[in-house]
Nanobody, 127 residues
């Protein structure tokens, strides 16, 4: 089970942090990520952290639209993944979902290879 926290209303240029707490199983070797869906649009990939297969090394992957503004990181001890969003733009407005899966597939919408999905949390950026 995945539970997302955070979200809300912020002015353009502002920052927000989203956190996702996982429970019920260990997601250490899972890809964990964030996706978003704006009204009238398909769900899109935002960012993910994937296990390298070696120890505690993870890779971060970002959509081009958020590179340099968003940062994703995970805390396996707390079974949590966090998305720090800076420099927010009105086009970032969407419902944000956290998800987990054994293999991330950034080109396969709408599920992107994810097996577990949390409920969404609304992020609204005013201009």
């Amino acid at each position: 089970q995945l539970q997302a926290y955070g979200g809300g209303l912020v002015q353009a240029g502002g920052s927000l942090g989203l956190s996702c707490a996982a429970s019920g199983r260990v997601f250490t070797n899972y890809a964990m990520g964030w996706f978003r869906q704006a009204p009238g649009k398909e769900r899109e990939f935002v960012a993910a952290t994937t296990w390298s297969g070696k120890g505690s090394v993870y890779y971060a992957t970002y959509a081009d639209s958020v590179k340099g503004r968003f940062t994703i990181y995970r805390d396996n001890a707390k079974n949590t993944v966090v998305l720090q969003m800076n420099g927010l733009k009105p086009e970032d407005t969407a419902v944000y979902y956290c998800a987990a899966g054994l293999r991330l597939r950034v080109d396969q919408s709408p599920n992107y290879g994810m097996d577990y999905w949390g409920r969404g949390t609304q992020v609204t950026v005013s201009s």
